[in-house]
């Protein structure tokens, strides 16, 4: 994961919600149960450790499809169902190709998943960077938002009123092939921002929510500073009520990442991540440095504030 910080927020329109949303309120399931007690840091630390065990995964390794492989199984254990969204682009090394995970849940059991119910995007990168003279297994970057979405989407199916809405994307090709800049990097984000484009459903979207390197066992979350003003202030809220604040705070420059081309089309997206972390991009960023409670933590806050939103 290569970020490139700027020192200037550049677009104030991200300050505020998307009107074009259209959440409605759940009329069945369990309306009233605090899903997010239900979040387990264990479970989601074990997908970590599984998708750690598989090694370093870059785009285009068969490491990457085995992990490809254990991601569909686990979320359509839970009952979603699977698209690969796959596109080729060019990179400083050739063509390659691409492959988005994109997950929703059917209004019921045996039926197709509509793809016009979702009003929520939570997100993750499940590629690790290339390093040809190093192993690099990506633990936090990569593979721990990876995993925790996995186990987020396992909580989600225990309220299919609430899992209708959301769509879980897990992205290809975040890190960038050679160094990080306007074209290298960010290759499935970008790609599933346009077709949203293409297909008119950016529009249905209320928001999203980006997680990036959320394991660290010294959690501080980094939240750009140029979020989305009301997600940022709901995140802390919600982190409040959980009593889980101190964890949570307002990085020093904007960060560029996941989020900013789904912002870019017009659907407000926080990148909740942990920025400081001084294992990023080394081969120290192992499992040891991971911890199932800093998990959990990031897990209970998103489910508190994703119940409350819709």
Request: hydrophobic share 40%; glycine share 6%; net charge negative.
């Amino acid at each position: 994961m290569k970020r490139r910080i700027f020192s200037v927020i550049t677009c104030g329109a991200l300050l505020v919600l998307s009107a074009c949303g259209r959440p409605a309120a759940s009329t069945h399931g369990p309306a009233s149960r605090e899903l997010w007690k239900d979040f387990s840091g264990d479970k989601a630390f074990e997908h970590v450790k599984q998708m750690v065990d598989i090694g370093p995964r870059p785009i285009g390794s068969p490491e990457l499809e085995k992990t490809r492989t254990y991601i569909i199984a686990n979320l359509e254990k839970s009952g979603w169902q699977v698209e690969r969204q796959k596109f080729t682009d060019d990179t400083p090394r050739g063509k390659i190709e691409f492959v988005n995970l994109i997950a929703r849940f059917p209004g019921k059991p045996g039926q197709v998943a509509s793809a016009v119910t979702q009003r929520v995007i939570v997100c993750s990168h499940y590629d690790t960077k290339i390093f040809d003279t190093v192993r690099f297994v990506g633990a936090s970057d990569g593979a721990s938002s990876s995993g925790a979405l996995i186990e987020l989407a396992r909580v989600l199916a225990l309220d299919p009123a609430l899992a209708e809405k959301i769509e879980l994307v897990f992205f290809d090709g975040e890190e960038a092939v050679v160094e990080f800049n306007e074209t290298d990097g960010l290759y499935g984000s970008r790609y599933y921002a346009r077709d949203l484009r293409a297909t008119r459903r950016a529009a249905q979207f209320k928001f999203g929510i980006l997680w990036d390197m959320i394991g660290d066992k010294n959690l501080t979350i980094t939240i750009p500073p140029d979020s989305p003003s009301r997600l940022a202030r709901g995140i802390f809220e919600a982190a409040d009520a959980l009593k889980v604040r101190e964890n949570f705070s307002f990085f020093g420059n904007p960060i560029l990442d996941d989020h900013t081309p789904l912002n870019s089309s017009f659907i407000p997206t926080i990148d909740l991540i942990d920025f400081d972390y001084p294992p990023w991009h080394t081969p120290e960023d192992t499992l040891d440095k991971l911890s199932p409670e800093s998990l959990r933590k990031v897990g209970q806050v998103t489910l508190f504030f994703l119940q409350k939103e819709l």
